[in-house]
Every structure is written in structure tokens, then in C-alpha cells.
């Protein structure tokens, strides 16, 4: 079954600690790997689309990476509107819809 | 704004009604997507539409939900005989098209519902 894991579920930073939101997944061909950046109350907002292993994308102080198993997102030096629930989405081959498939999300909170 | 957009924002009713749901996805994506999200988990696809044909239906989607995109355009999902366990945040997502690769999916601000 594929299956999507995000660890930890909730992690508190103070302002420019950097850390890592880690992505697992096990799935039946990876077409796409994306990440999501979710405020409470509104819609995922895109961030990064990922394709193949070993691929980076960079946006301001996020930095996402992805391998055979797992994709990470790694804060830099974060600040407090960094607060947020991430989500790790997988787009499998054997789908033709293009339908995601979420994790459970890591609520993050940064403070001051 | 050119982003999709859902309405209503927010909706409280009672169990046994009724309701309807309205997404405008963005203007020239021709696949719509709706997913369903309950409090600390990730979205759960629905259902899916390419132009104004529903091509997937997720097994969760029961009998008394039925969606619709009449002209490829906007989008309306409808539940009925509402439950208290429908209580969730429905969200739509568009999308230009799936290459061989992954498409990027685009989402309006959801609609909470809260069935009493």
C-alpha cells in the first residue's frame, strides 16, 4: 500500500535554530514528491515539486532534498512566521489522475 | 486574485441537511481535485475531474456525496443527509495537466464544515 510518514509530528525551534522535517515514503513509483506549507485555518500552500533522487530546491530559508526513500526540509536559521504545518505529498506512477497522497503533516513553531 | 477559490468559507449545520459546496479553480487548469482534511491530518483525496468528466472517485466518497463540474469550469460538491462524522475542512485543488513528470497542485482556502 502506499504509504506516506512524516517525523516528527510536532517540533519547537527558537528563532534561528536550524532543523530538518523529514518525509518517508513507500510507494509504487514516484512520479512527483511535493512539499506544502499549511497556516491553521487556510488552504496548503505550494512550495516545492521534487522529481528524482538526489534533486534540491531552495526558497528563502527552506531547502528541500529528496532520496530513493525519504525527502527532508531544512529550515535555516528560522523565524517565527515560519509557524506552520508542513506537508510531504506524493504523486504515484500508476495513477493517471495526478491525485496527491499526504502525509500527516509536522506542525512547526518558532519562537522569538 | 487568479487563485481558486471556494465558497463557503464556513458552514454549520444540522445532521440529516443538506449542503452544497462551490470551487472556481484556477482559470485555464483543467483538472480539479477535491480532498477532504479532519483536524491534525493530511488531506484525503475524494474525487477527481479532467475538463467536466469525473474520472475517480475515492472509496471514500459514500453514496450521499455526489460532485460535478458541469462545463469543465467551476465545480460543486454536494453532501447529503449530513453526519456528524462529515464534520471536516473540504479542500479543492487545480492543475495544468499531468506530464510524464508530477504537476504542481493549486488549493483555495477550504471550506469548514461542522455538523451538529
Known amino acids: 500500500e502506499d504509504q506516506v510518514t512524516q517525523s516528527p509530528e510536532a517540533l519547537r525551534l527558537q528563532e534561528g535554530e536550524s532543523s530538518s522535517l523529514n518525509c518517508s515514503y513507500t510507494v509504487s513509483g514516484l512520479r512527483g514528491l511535493f512539499w506544502y506549507r499549511q497556516d491553521p485555518g487556510k488552504g496548503p500552500e505550494f512550495l516545492f515539486t521534487?522529481?528524482?533522487a538526489g534533486e534540491e530546491k531552495e526558497k528563502e530559508r527552506l531547502k528541500a532534498t529528496l532520496t530513493k526513500k525519504e525527502s527532508f526540509l531544512h529550515i535555516t536559521a528560522p523565524k517565527p512566521e515560519d509557524s506552520a504545518t508542513y506537508l510531504c505529498?506524493?504523486?504515484?506512477?500508476?495513477?493517471?489522475?495526478?491525485?496527491?497522497?499526504f502525509g500527516q503533516g509536522t506542525t512547526l513553531q518558532v519562537k522569538p | 486574485d487568479t487563485g481558486v477559490s471556494q465558497d463557503p468559507r464556513h458552514k454549520i449545520t444540522k445532521r440529516g441537511q443538506n449542503v452544497t459546496f462551490r470551487c472556481d479553480p484556477i482559470s485555464e487548469h483543467n483538472r480539479l481535485y477535491w480532498y477532504r482534511q479532519t483536524l491534525g491530518q493530511g488531506p484525503e483525496f475524494l474525487t477527481y475531474?479532467?475538463?467536466?468528466?469525473?474520472?475517480?472517485k475515492s472509496r471514500l466518497l459514500s453514496d450521499r456525496f455526489s460532485a460535478e463540474r458541469p462545463k469543465g469550469s467551476f465545480s460543486t460538491l454536494e453532501i447529503q443527509r449530513t453526519e456528524q462524522g462529515d464534520s471536516a475542512m473540504y479542500l479543492c485543488a487545480s492543475s495544468l495537466g499531468v506530464r510524464e513528470m508530477g504537476n504542481e497542485q493549486f488549493f483555495g482556502p477550504g471550506t469548514r464544515l461542522t455538523v451538529l
Open positions: 505529498a506524493v504523486q504515484i506512477g500508476s495513477s493517471n489522475t495526478g491525485k496527491l497522497i
Open positions: 521534487l522529481y528524482s
Open positions: 475531474f479532467q475538463n467536466e468528466a469525473q474520472l475517480e
